[in-house]
């Protein structure tokens, strides 16, 4: 915990006071390390100190009930003026964990694990830092290390390609480059001639996991989920650059994220549905509960390979209907609306442009 904590002070993740009686700042909420914290002491005594007090807030957030404090939240990053915030969105207005002195954006939010939430929830109960809506969405977050894929994680996916039901998670990537928000336009390049959609719902780390992790331990470490959007080139992941996927599946705008980040609490991953709309007729009607591999069975699989780390996604898998498999196939093309939505979180909807 005070590694992690340390470098959230050295980045200015959050802001952060430290007076000569030991009462600390967090974000707003106040925290009090029943320690000294004198004019001389050193930069590591002060921010050793506050993470103590950290701990204990963390520790307020108790197991899974948190300890009286309502988790369940819908993260958000949208504009104001001109910059980018991050809050928390209630049915009619968005509490400002920017303007509350909270978190810079989503990323810092997630970087500062459970303490992040019970802090946001201390906000909102508060009745402070309230942004009428409607307001200008962003991507719930961005700036991430790694987007991973799951390919091939749900049967009649599976099934309309007629291919075998995976025995391992089908692992590949995008880039951060391809994340945009809802409302962005996706780029008909002329690259491609074989734009394709997928509705994909999302994982968001919230805490770094370690190395091989099991599925029974894989759910702590989730912050929560979003709608995903993985646009793909299918020439370019099919047909072209030696059979890898990578350069098919991760140009500009490619991933579509949003409306929000549903705390882990909020939802059950494995049981919505999820959909997908091309000028608004449905072409993918999906339900969770035909994937292959869990949420917690993904984020098992991954860690035993790269260590994952807050505020990385990982997109679950699409359901059938994708327009590479259909008969005749239906390529995006320019003046298509792509709305994809999914139970509980809500919907993204972007332009083909």
Same mark, same amino acid.
């Given at each position: 915990?005070?590694?992690?904590?340390?470098?959230?002070?050295?980045?200015?993740?959050?802001?952060?006071?430290?007076?000569?009686?030991?009462?600390?700042?967090?974000?707003?909420?106040?925290?009090?390390?029943?320690?000294?914290?004198?004019?001389?002491?050193?930069?590591?005594?002060?921010?050793?100190?506050?993470?103590?007090?950290?701990?204990? !807030?963390?520790?307020?957030?108790?197991?899974?009930?948190?300890?009286?404090?309502?988790?369940?939240?819908?993260?958000v990053?949208?504009?104001?003026?001109?910059?980018?915030?991050?809050?928390?969105?209630?049915?009619?207005?968005?509490?400002?964990?920017?303007a509350?002195?909270?978190?810079?954006?989503? !990323?810092?939010?997630?970087?500062?694990?459970?303490?992040?939430?019970?802090?946001?929830?201390?906000?909102?109960?508060?009745?402070?830092?309230?942004?009428?809506?409607?307001?200008?969405?962003?991507?719930?977050?961005?700036?991430?290390?790694?987007?991973?894929?799951?390919?091939?994680?749900y049967?009649?996916h599976?099934?309309?390609?007629?291919?075998?039901?995976?025995?391992?998670?089908?692992?590949?990537?995008?880039?951060?480059?391809?994340?945009?928000?809802?409302?962005?336009?996706?780029?008909?390049?002329?690259e491609?001639?074989?734009?394709?959609?997928?509705?994909?719902?999302?994982?968001? +780390?919230?805490?770094?996991v370690?190395?091989?992790?099991?599925?029974?331990?894989?759910?702590?470490?989730?912050?929560?989920?979003?709608?995903?959007?993985d646009?793909?080139?299918?020439?370019?992941?099919?047909?072209?650059?030696?059979?890898?996927?990578?350069?098919?599946?991760?140009?500009?705008?490619?991933?579509?994220?949003?409306?929000a980040?549903?705390?882990?609490?909020? +939802?059950?991953?494995?049981?919505?549905? !999820?959909?997908?709309?091309?000028?608004?007729?449905? !072409?993918?009607?999906?339900?969770?509960?035909?994937?292959?591999?869990?949420?917690?069975?993904v984020?098992?699989?991954?860690?035993?390979?790269?260590?994952?780390?807050?505020?990385?996604v990982?997109?679950?898998?699409?359901?059938?209907?994708?327009?590479?498999?259909?008969?005749?196939?239906?390529?995006?093309?320019?003046?298509?609306?792509?709305?994809?939505?999914?139970?509980?979180?809500?919907t993204?909807?972007?332009?083909?442009?």
């Amino acid at each position: 915990m005070f590694g992690r904590f340390a470098r959230m002070f050295h980045h200015k993740a959050v802001a952060l006071r430290v007076g000569a009686v030991g009462a600390g700042v967090f974000g707003g909420v106040a925290l009090h390390t029943h320690a000294s914290a004198a004019a001389g002491d050193t930069l590591y005594d002060k921010v050793a100190a506050l993470a103590k007090a950290v701990e204990a !807030l963390e520790a307020k957030s108790g197991g899974g009930g948190g300890g009286g404090y309502d988790l369940k939240m819908r993260i958000v990053q949208f504009e104001i003026g001109g910059a980018v915030h991050c809050g928390i969105e209630l049915p009619n207005e968005i509490v400002d964990l920017t303007a509350a002195g909270f978190a810079t954006d989503s !990323l810092s939010l997630a970087r500062m694990g459970k303490a992040g939430l019970v802090g946001a929830a201390e906000i909102v109960k508060s009745g402070a830092s309230r942004v009428s809506k409607p307001v200008k969405l962003k991507a719930p977050i961005d700036g991430v290390q790694k987007v991973i894929c799951v390919g091939m994680n749900y049967v009649e996916h599976c099934t309309e390609q007629n291919m075998a039901v995976p025995t391992e998670p089908l692992i590949f990537n995008k880039f951060s480059n391809c994340i945009c928000a809802t409302g962005d336009t996706l780029p008909k390049d002329p690259e491609t001639n074989e734009l394709d959609y997928e509705v994909e719902l999302a994982i968001v +780390i919230g805490q770094t996991v370690p190395r091989r992790t099991s599925e029974a331990d894989a759910g702590q470490y989730i912050l929560g989920y979003t709608v995903a959007h993985d646009v793909s080139a299918r020439d370019w992941q099919l047909k072209k650059n030696g059979g890898q996927w990578l350069l098919g599946k991760t140009f500009d705008n490619y991933l579509p994220l949003g409306p929000a980040i549903v705390t882990k609490d909020s +939802i059950d991953p494995c049981n919505v549905g !999820l959909r997908c709309r091309v000028n608004g007729r449905t !072409l993918q009607d999906g339900h969770t509960r035909e994937f292959v591999f869990t949420p917690t069975q993904v984020v098992s699989w991954i860690s035993k390979f790269v260590t994952l780390v807050p505020g990385d996604v990982i997109c679950t898998g699409t359901p059938s209907g994708v327009g590479c498999f259909r008969k005749p196939q239906i390529w995006l093309k320019s003046g298509d609306v792509v709305e994809c939505e999914i139970d509980g979180i809500g919907t993204i909807t972007n332009p083909v442009v």
